[in-house]
């Protein structure tokens, strides 16, 4: 929980590039991936150009370190 809080603070303060640079390793070890191909990935698919991703993609509300897309609505809580 508390590396969790301090990779999302990490994140808010530095942007994704930051947290790919800093983090990666640590990241893929707990199976948080950050630079997901949603285009590529069988689980998420596409209902007329409208994405449903997967939980692997950080654009998922249940990502452990979600961030809402700028072009789609979102359906978090956030």
């Known amino acids: 929980m508390w590396a969790q809080f301090q990779i999302q603070q990490y994140l808010d303060m530095n942007g994704l590039d930051g947290l790919v640079d800093r983090w990666g390793k640590y990241l893929d070890r707990y199976g948080w991936e950050v630079d997901h191909d949603v285009l590529g990935c069988r689980d998420?698919?596409?209902?007329?150009?409208?994405?449903?991703?997967?939980?692997?993609?950080?654009?998922?509300?249940?990502?452990?370190?979600?961030?809402?897309?700028?072009?789609?609505?979102?359906?978090?809580?956030?």
């Open 44 to 78: 998420c698919w596409s209902d007329h150009g409208i994405l449903d991703y997967c939980q692997r993609s950080i654009y998922s509300p249940s990502h452990p370190l979600h961030i809402c897309p700028d072009y789609s609505d979102c359906s978090c809580d956030s």
